[in-house]
T-cell receptor, first 120, second 110 residues
Framework: GAVVSQHPSWVICKSGTSVKIECRSLDFQATTMFWYRQFPKQSLMLMATSNEGSKATYEQGVEKDKFLINHASLTLSTLTVTSAHPEDSSFYIC????????????????FGPGTRLTVL | LAKTTQPISMDSYEGQEVNITCSHNNIATNDYITWYQQFPSQGPRFIIQGYKTKVTNEVASLFIPADRKSSTLSLPRVSLSDTAVYYCPREEGNTGKLIFGQGTTLQVKP
């Protein structure tokens, strides 16, 4: 199946600094990628939809100026957590959508391994 | 639209068959039903997908009734390594967005 990677796998930073997380689709092109956040013992929460060549679409309650998303190519989306604070510590997961064309077309999503962010 | 609903947790023993049911009350006509497995500190992993009736692959079976308002993931003979959280997210329209519910934490005991 298709592979999605994330870098870094974990990062520790000081409060007030910015952190960039990369999401790459390794063997397919993805016009759409998604960013999720997951706190301990909780489910995945969709943060935003990243579209190649256009602005990201953010879910309600997610600050677009704090979580900057750039989807500069068909294989790379980046999430930058600006001025990170301890409450931003979480597990960030991306996914990439691949359109499967057949008798019935549908979008199949492939998830990255996640990035653990710890803000001190 | 409501998220899908599933039991919060289930316990089983090695070698048993486990069935996890998900409610899809607001599923759209064109939506597929997909199940994912997640281990701690990892991204979700695709298990199986179907539209109606029964689908089987090397790891699981998926049963979907005619009204498609629910689905049942069946794991034939679980092992300790099947201990994980299982999700049946709802797809929002044709956007590709997946809306996750709380998932079912399956604990397999020796």
């Amino acid at each position: 199946g298709a592979v999605v990677s994330q870098h870094p796998s974990w990062v520790i930073c000081k409060s007030g600094t910015s952190v960039k997380i990369e999401c790459r689709s390794l063997d397919f092109q993805a016009t759409t990628m998604f960013w999720y956040r997951q706190f301990p013992k909780q489910s995945l929460m969709l943060m935003a939809t990243s579209n190649e060549g256009s602005k990201a679409t953010y879910e309600q309650g997610v600050e677009k100026d704090k979580f900057l998303i750039n989807h500069a190519s068909l294989t790379l989306s980046t999430l930058t957590v600006t001025s990170a604070h301890p409450e931003d510590s979480s597990f960030y997961i991306c996914s990439a959508s691949l359109l499967q064309i057949g008798a019935s077309s549908y979008n199949e999503q492939f998830f990255g391994p996640g990035t653990r962010l710890t803000v001190l | 639209l409501a998220k899908t609903t599933q039991p919060i947790s289930m316990d089983s023993y090695e070698g048993q068959e486990v069935n996890i049911t998900c409610s899809h009350n607001n599923i759209a006509t064109n939506d597929y039903i997909t199940w994912y497995q997640q281990f701690p500190s990892q991204g979700p992993r695709f298990i199986i997908q179907g539209y109606k009736t029964k689908v089987t692959n090397e790891v699981a079976s998926l049963f979907i009734p005619a009204d498609r308002k629910s689905s049942t993931l069946s794991l034939p003979r679980v092992s300790l390594s099947d201990t994980a959280v299982y999700y049946c997210p709802r797809e929002e329209g044709n956007t590709g967005k997946l809306i996750f519910g709380q998932g079912t934490t399956l604990q397999v005991k020796p």
